[in-house]
Nanobody, 120 residues
Framework: QVQLVESGGGLVQAGGSLRLSCAASGRTFSSYTLGWFRQAPGKERELVAATNKNGNTYYKDSVKGRFTVSRDNAKNTVYLQMSSLKPEDMAVYYC??????????????WGRGTQVTVSS
């Protein structure tokens, strides 16, 4: 069982950068696949980036080259470094975790989200 707490959201200008952090409880953090989702008002929740214990990564096409997902297993923390932010990146960002190495399937544990607002 895992508890996830996101932090680092806030207000940034378009073109700026922001780093989200997700701190996890539990003793088997390094075994989990970790994903970042986002949901904008009136939109469906979507997977933005994910990484597993093998080092495989997934990025939504619209964020490739701008976002980087990374993890520090010693700190039980996963990060989402966001650069060149656009207004369309504005959303609530959620950290999620699952067992297994697949990146694009059901996630089992969820944080409560952190708001990212991008101004033009």
């Amino acid at each position: 069982q895992v508890q996830l707490v996101e932090s680092g959201g806030g207000l940034v200008q378009a073109g700026g950068s922001l780093r989200l952090s997700c701190a996890a409880s539990g003793r088997t953090f390094s075994s989990y696949t970790l994903g970042w989702f986002r949901q904008a008002p009136g939109k469906e929740r979507e997977l933005v980036a994910a990484t597993n214990k093998n080092g495989n990564t997934y990025y939504k096409d619209s964020v490739k080259g701008r976002f980087t997902v990374s993890r520090d297993n010693a700190k039980n923390t996963v990060y989402l470094q966001m650069s060149s932010l656009k207004p369309e990146d504005m959303a609530v960002y959620y950290c999620a975790a699952r067992l297994g190495v697949l990146l694009d399937t059901q996630y089992d544990y969820w944080g409560r989200g952190t708001q990212v607002t991008v101004s033009s």
